[in-house]
T-cell receptor
């Protein structure tokens, strides 16, 4: 079956540091890939997405490139802010009747940015 | 544009009781999915509804059920509550099938079973 593996946290960074969160996936088909962010006490917000190989998703300074050859979708940001402190989830959505409405999530990576 | 609305935000129930949670999707979205989030198991898919039909179901016991109304609003029900059902329950909506568009999540209902 499908699965998503992302690096464990917490990841602690100083403001303006470079952030990378690794995400790899296993899928039988050609999934779409997503990064979601969850702030304390809130639901999930879609950060960015990519629907096919070599697509680059980007939003709010975050980027991730869909790499089919390495089955990866690593999240990067060049200069983090304290407001980026949150839990980040990598997820995939596959085609097929057993995938309708279903996102397969990684375990989440907590990011803590200190001033 | 209003987002996905989940009610109530917080619930405290006693073991053995039942509970109903509500989700109103974004206007025009016809697909509604439900997830359970716990510290130990992470985010787990419960089920998905589209045009009042359950199209997909996760690996949860029959105590977990749901339905969708003609206006796309959805409810999920948990009967005979157990302590382990304490979790954040999230719903997400999508236009048709979120594979290309992504899913928009609500803020969740935090259920505590005592």
């Amino acid at each position: 079956g499908n699965s998503v593996t992302q690096m464990e946290g917490p990841v602690t960074l100083s403001e303006e540091a470079f952030l990378t969160i690794n995400c790899t996936y296993t899928a039988t088909g050609y999934p779409s890939l997503f990064w979601y962010v969850q702030y304390p006490g809130e639901g999930l917000q879609l950060l960015l997405k990519a629907t096919k190989a070599d697509d680059k998703g980007s939003n709010k300074g975050f980027e991730a490139t869909y790499r089919k050859e390495t089955t990866s979708f690593h999240l990067e940001k060049g200069s983090v802010q304290v407001s980026d402190s949150a839990v980040y989830f990598c997820a995939l959505s596959d085609l097929g009747t057993d995938s309708w409405g279903k996102l397969q999530f990684g375990a989440g990576t907590q990011v803590v940015v200190t001033p | 544009k209003a987002g996905v609305t989940q009610t109530p935000r917080y619930l405290i129930k006693t073991r053995g009781q039942q509970v109903t949670l509500s989700c109103s999707p974004i206007s025009g979205h016809r697909s509604v999915s439900w997830y359970q989030q716990t510290p130990g198991q992470g985010l787990q898919f419960l089920f998905e509804y589209f045009s009042e039909t359950q199209r997909n179901k996760g690996n949860f016991p029959g105590r977990f059920s749901g339905r969708q109304f003609s206006n796309s609003r959805s409810e999920m029900n948990v009967s005979t509550l157990e302590l382990g059902d304490s979790a954040l329950y999230l719903c997400a909506s999508s236009l048709v099938q979120g594979q290309n568009y992504g899913y928009t999540f609500g803020s969740g209902t935090r259920l505590t079973v005592v």
